[in-house]
């Protein structure tokens, strides 16, 4: 972890984490477009 975090925000903190290997991430293949949902129809 950060030792001296005084005057740091919680972003600058992850950004730090992040550039030193401490945080990770996974990018996940996308899966194509999402369908859009089905409309009910309103009887007049």
Known sequence: M???TAGLGA???ALLE???G???WE???E???L????KK???A
């Open 35 to 38: 369908e859009a949902p089905v």
């Open 2 to 4: 950060i030792s001296e």
């Open 41 to 43: 129809r309103r009887r």
């Open 18 to 20: 992040i550039g030193e």
């Open 27 to 29: 990018i996940y293949a």
């Open 31 to 33: 899966e194509g477009p």
């Open 22 to 24: 401490k945080l990770a």
């Open 11 to 13: 972003a600058d903190i």
